[in-house]
């Protein structure tokens, strides 16, 4: 199966869900205020999100206006066209600037953060770059014992402590080992609770301060690991992330699974962090950079 088809298939639900609606609508054979309004309806519900879909909706109303729509088959061109254009370019993770290059990766528990980190060591394993995971997730055994398997899986190194140790002091620990080997990537995982003791937010922060310590351009990147399956719950995710530690890309998991593919429209629109991966199967391989065109195009096809 090529990589367009595999995408084709991972958003197999969101398809049915929103392109079902669209093809519905526009099947009446007539572009008008009704239509439109119907239209602007299946893109909020497919969880695009009100300003995103009050700006592509916005875009066909001019289009209309202008006489540059006339008929269904325009209209859905258009429509397509200003849904890519609303996602921008592709934006993937690229390393930059002075080794270690370091990912801290943030989430709530089960979306899948461990697992993007897995695969993203597997990826930049087999693209020549050494890499070294930081197991700061402390509060639970079996992350750690799950990223020590996705460690050896990709043949990266760990630096772990013992279950309840400072998360902050494993990410400095990751940081000075990664220098003083010469390692090209450091993943650093983290905890995902929401209700403790210890707010999560401000575990974050200190994390992060300290990982400036170690090394005071770091960490290059913040990403975001969201459910897809979550849908407007993710956009609220980002939002609370964003707001207390910066986020500078998201990987949108388990689109697969679920017909609310349509939240990366939002997270786009109401945030403006670029989506920078996509989860759309089990395997390695499934964790591919988001490109907007190709992601539309599989969406419409």
């Known amino acids: 199966m090529g990589l367009f088809d595999q995408l ?9 869900g929103f392109v079902e609606k669209v093809e519905a609508i526009f099947s009446k054979g007539r572009i008008d205020k009704e239509t439109i309004e119907e239209l602007e309806e299946a893109l909020i519900t497919s969880d ?12 066909l109303r001019e289009k209309i206006r202008k006489g540059e729509i006339e008929d269904t088959l325009s209209a859905k061109e258009a429509l397509k066209k200003e849904m890519a254009s609303l996602l921008g370019s592709s934006a993937p993770v690229v390393l ?3 080794r270690p290059f370091v990912i801290l990766t943030v989430g ?32 639970r055994a079996a992350a750690i014992e799950q990223l020590e398997i996705w460690a050896k899986r990709a043949g990266a190194s760990i630096v772990k402590h013992q279950s309840g140790s400072d998360p902050a002091a494993v990410a400095f620990d ?15 995982d983290t905890a995902g609770r929401l209700h403790t003791k210890s707010p999560l937010m401000e575990e974050l ?55 609310k593919g ?20 089990e395997g390695v391989d499934d964790l591919r950079d988001f490109d907007p065109k190709e992601f539309v195009e599989a969406l419409f096809d």
Do not use: C, W, Y
């Open 8 to 16: 084709k298939n991972g958003l197999a639900k969101t398809r049915k």
């Open 48 to 59: 695009v999100g009100i300003h995103a879909a009050q700006e592509i909706v916005n875009f």
């Open 96 to 98: 930059f600037g002075e």
């Open 108 to 139: 709530v528990n089960g979306v899948g953060k461990t697992t993007t980190i897995g695969k993203l060591a597997s990826r930049f394993a087999s693209e020549g770059h050494s890499v070294l995971l930081g197991a700061s997730d402390t509060f």
């Open 174 to 188: 990751a940081i000075e080992s990664a220098r003083h080997k010469k390692i090209d990537v450091v993943i650093i």
């Open 205 to 259: 922060k200190k994390v992060k301060r300290v990982v400036q310590k170690a090394m005071p351009l770091a960490p290059q990147e913040v990403l975001l690991v969201v459910d897809a399956t979550t849908g407007q719950n993710a956009l609220r995710q980002a939002q609370l992330f964003n707001e207390a530690i910066g986020i500078t890309g998201v990987a949108l998991t388990k689109l697969d699974g679920t017909a």
């Open 262 to 281: 349509g939240i990366v429209f939002a997270i786009k629109k109401e945030l403006g962090i670029p989506v920078r991966l996509i989860g759309v199967g």
